[in-house]
């Protein structure tokens, strides 16, 4: 009888074997957590299409944000929700709006977390698009003045980051003008760069108010069937100043990290979204997977594909579970 002479399950034989040989080792060090930064006092608001993830006002947005802290997770991506919508979204570069304030109580209470802040006009405009409208049209260059303005306002408050998500052309460079003119050289641009139309930022839209009142993102978001298109945007952002470069979503599109990965060296980053989180979630809560296992299989399959960081509502819980291991 023949046997065979290499047997890989050799090296499976056991949890400390096979910990001793894994390729891939998720840890919190490379996790972002998203939070929703909302007006008024002592407000916690839990979405319900994403359970344990809330709407919170300042106050109770620093409690939680000691805890992410603590736990070990080392930075938060902050998205607003602002008192009063307009027309150009005015309110999203206001010193005084949500994302700012958070920054600044960060900042006041010495943690030592970094902050990056999300620079989009979707949650602040009335209508709920990216960008200011003519008509029922996007307008690319119209939009990118109040981008960077944004930016500086979220920068000048104190954020280490700030994360362009809008797809306009030429955003990242505007944003790094704004930015070096006014001595903060010094703040990383993390690029939405890859980001596409997908049908799996339903939560995230009930988490930020963001819906848009008519037609869709396609016409500025990435067509979900285009890969090689993902390398071009990536590359113009780097080319316009971009530190580090995301992918959103995380799941659908392993295929593009892995190719990003392959093609550049600037970090890389990817947005496990809020149907990805919800999703796993909802099957969850009536038995169908076993949540703690799949989350980490999850994480694991993005970093294996080339994520350095990954941006997950799932932060807190992979935190808890890895310190209990």
Not at 58 to 75: C, I, M, S, T
Not at 92 to 108: K, N, Y
Not at 111 to 121: E, F, R, T
Not at 224 to 252: H, S, T
């Amino acid at each position: 009888m023949s046997y065979p002479t290499e047997r890989p399950r050799r090296l499976r034989r056991s949890e400390a074997v096979r910990s001793l040989v894994r390729e891939t080792r998720v840890a919190t060090n490379g996790l972002l957590y998203p939070m929703f930064i909302c007006p008024g006092a002592n407000v916690r608001q839990e979405i319900g299409s994403m359970p344990g993830i809330s709407q919170q006002s300042v106050d109770r947005f620093l409690e939680e944000a000691r805890e992410v802290e603590q736990l070990g997770v080392p930075g938060i991506l902050l998205f607003g929700l602002p008192e009063t919508k307009d027309a150009s979204g005015s309110e999203a570069w206001s010193p005084e709006g949500p994302v700012p304030r958070a920054v600044r109580a960060v900042r006041d209470a010495g943690l030592k977390l970094i902050v990056a802040a999300d620079v989009c006009l979707c949650e602040y405009t009335d209508h709920g698009h990216c960008g200011v409208l003519k008509g029922e049209t996007v307008l690319n260059d119209g939009t990118l003045e109040l981008l960077a303005k944004a930016a500086l306002a979220y920068a000048a408050a104190g954020a280490d980051i700030v994360a362009p998500s809008d797809m306009m052309d030429g955003r990242v460079g505007a944003i790094r003008r704004i930015l070096d003119d006014n001595g903060l050289e010094d703040t990383i641009v993390l690029s939405y760069a890859a980001k596409y139309c997908s049908g799996l930022y339903g939560p995230f839209r009930e988490a930020a108010d963001s819906a848009p009142k008519f037609g869709d993102r396609r016409s500025y978001q990435m067509d979900p069937a285009n890969a090689r298109e993902a390398l071009r945007e990536v590359a113009l952002d780097i080319e316009e100043g971009a530190d580090i470069v995301m992918v959103k979503p995380a799941m659908p599109y392993l295929d593009v990290i892995r190719r990003v990965r392959d093609e550049l060296t600037v970090p890389v980053a990817a947005y496990n979204v809020s149907g990805e989180y919800s999703m796993v979630k909802a099957a969850a809560a009536n038995g169908w997977i076993e949540e703690k296992r799949v989350v980490l299989e999850i994480l694991t399959g993005i970093q294996r594909a080339g994520a350095d960081i990954v941006c997950t509502y799932h932060a807190k819980d992979v935190a808890r579970w890895l310190k209990a291991c």
